[in-house]
């Protein structure tokens, strides 16, 4: 059985003091701990790291939390890496901003052990299930491709206002366009079906397959 990959987790405040209450709380469950002390830093640690949570202070010189998260949150690569707020701020403009740029979640300073690894863990135990999630719809899309790609007839899959969303190989043939052409055209526009105009879109509206030779 394959194990599985311990987790990174980033660490990031500017007072030292508080980045060694964060390791010696989190150091003895397994995780890779990095740590980064300005924002800069935390951006290119994460950027090369690709770590799987950021616990994010929010108050530091420079590049603030809140900038980094956006910066993070605006990059294709580290988009999708979760991140945890920490601050002494507790108004509730501060937490809505941060939720707002893309935070799963908010820990007060001073920190509680058990709260920072509860939340730590929750966290990482949700981003796996996401991974995995995206991992197995990826999976399914490529079967799907497959299935589509070895049937012999031509299959057109619409939205309800009859526009193209995909189309299979055997599809592409039989209105000799490529799919990138077809995505986003009417039906209509790409076969002479006028005269079954009404059976078409009650099937669409309806939600069933429509056949026709």
Known sequence: MSRRPVDQVLLVDDNPTNLQVLYKTLEGAS???????????????????LPSLILLDIM????DGFEVCRRLKADAQTRGIPVIFLSALTDTEAIVKGFALGAVDYISKPFQGDEVRARVRTQLRIHRLEMELSRRNVELEDENQQILGAVAEGIFSLHRDLRIRSLNPQAEKLVE??????????????????QQEDEVIEAISSGRVWRAE
């Open 177 to 194: 366009r490529s799919l990138k052409d077809c995505v986003g055209e009417t039906l209509f526009s790409l076969l002479s079906l006028e």
């Open 60 to 63: 530091m010189p420079g590049i």
């Open 31 to 49: 995780y890779t701990l990095l740590a980064a002390r300005d924002g800069e830093q935390a951006l290119s640690i994460a950027k090369l790291a």
